[in-house]
């Protein structure tokens, strides 16, 4: 079965023109241009990634991502932000609010079907890691359910943060690079920067709480899951 995108956007160029490519690339296309109508759409469709763009008429794209997150079933669905801002300062507002990844127009057809291909695909892992949970004291990663449990009680994340968070648990005391957490959770030919790993760490950071103490940036470098 094909991948269902849905593509919300205010100019109707935009629309047509991301139609007919993601069509091309074999994707079930579903089209807002309201973030009220995408709402709808996600509730009507399940779509399995969302093409958002910032600013919309009325509800505009930021209060889309948050009404998304708080919904139970789609609170994990990949989101990619599409904007016209290019300051640094949008580009993190939209990735702490729960963004997976985000993309600056103008933008180049081949670069958004990377991105896209790169947050639909679930990182590849060892294995063993895929039936076996991952735990630090009462921190819990359910790897068959792509679920994070503190004290038995479920810990709601994106999919890139529970791809982060596995991936340090995986390598506890190892220092991981930016550019190595790029490559295995977003995707070999990432085109964002190394900022997004940054502003992940610190949502994963705040949604573990006293555990977030453990994940110590080596500076200039990356990151570490401390096993303390």
Known sequence: MNKKVLVVDD????????????????????????????????????????????MLPGIDGLAVLKKIRLMHEFGDIPVIIVTAK???????????????????????????????????????VDAHLTMTDIAHEDLIIDNRNYKVFIEEIEIKMTLKEFELLRMLLSNKEKVLTRDAILNKVWGYKYYGGTRTVDVHITNIRRKIKDYGNNIETIRGVGYRFKDE
């Open 86 to 124: 290019s300051e640094e300062i949008d580009k993190i507002v939209g990735l702490e609010l729960g963004a997976d990844d985000y993309i600056t127009k103008p933008f180049g057809v081949r670069e958004l079907s990377a991105r896209i291909k790169a947050n639909l695909r679930r990182t590849a």
């Open 11 to 54: 100019e109707p160029n935009i629309l047509e023109l991301l139609d007919y490519n993601l069509k091309h690339d074999g994707y079930e296309v579903i089209l807002a241009d309201t973030g009220e109508k995408a709402i709808e759409l996600l509730v009507a469709e399940k779509p399995d990634i969302i093409l958002l763009d910032q």
